[in-house]
């Protein structure tokens, strides 16, 4: 009796460390933080729902002018001038902090410039021609509530998912 407790217990204490070591690729930890595959899910919510509205200013019978579907490619520009900086920035670390900084500051002006123009454009297309504008206010509006969801999105995903200690020549 005594012996098959044992057995029993010693099942039950490799059965919890397999279960606990296949587990362990289900929560991501970062920086001591315990990240869960449904933040994951809902940042890729978050941003099908900005799409759909930059979508929907475009799509819709009233509007029926695909022209604000250009801050799309704002969207895929804005990480560009981060990425890489940082990959100059982690390359040469011997060089000296103030070169390392200026490179990291200019990668986030552009990147504020890009941000600037994804909002910029459709209030342009909205303004002209005064007489017959490019699109209707209703898009523009769209497209603005599409940017500021896709951008929360995309600091949301930054943010929890900061790439500082990850080596990018290991696979």
């Known amino acids: 009796m005594h012996t098959q407790r044992l057995e029993l217990s010693i099942a039950h204490v490799q059965v919890s460390n397999t279960y606990s070591r296949s587990n362990e690729?289900?929560?991501l930890n970062f920086h001591g933080l315990h990240w869960t595959?449904?933040?994951l899910v809902?940042?890729?919510f978050g941003g099908s729902i900005g799409m759909t509205f930059v979508i929907l200013g475009c799509a819709l019978p009233a509007y029926k002018v695909w022209w604000p579907f250009f801050v799309v490619l704002f969207y895929i520009l804005v990480p560009v001038p981060i990425m890489i900086a940082r990959h100059y920035t982690n390359n040469f670390n011997n060089l000296?902090?103030?070169?390392?900084?200026s490179c990291l500051e200019l990668a986030v002006f552009i990147t504020t410039g890009i941000v600037i123009s994804s909002f910029a454009l459709p209030i342009v297309l909205a303004r002209?021609?005064?007489?017959?504008?490019?699109?209707?206010?209703g898009a523009c509006y769209l497209t603005f509530?599409?940017?500021?969801?896709?951008?929360?999105?995309?600091?949301?995903?930054?943010?929890?998912?900061?790439?500082?200690e990850f080596d990018y020549g290991t696979c």
């Open 25 to 27: 690729h289900s929560h």
């Open 37 to 39: 595959p449904p933040l």
């Open 42 to 44: 809902l940042l890729a």
């Open 96 to 101: 000296e902090n103030v070169s390392n900084n």
């Open 128 to 137: 002209s021609p005064v007489n017959d504008p490019m699109i209707q206010w």
């Open 145 to 164: 509530a599409g940017n500021i969801i896709i951008y929360l999105t995309l600091v949301g995903f930054l943010v929890a998912f900061d790439q500082d």
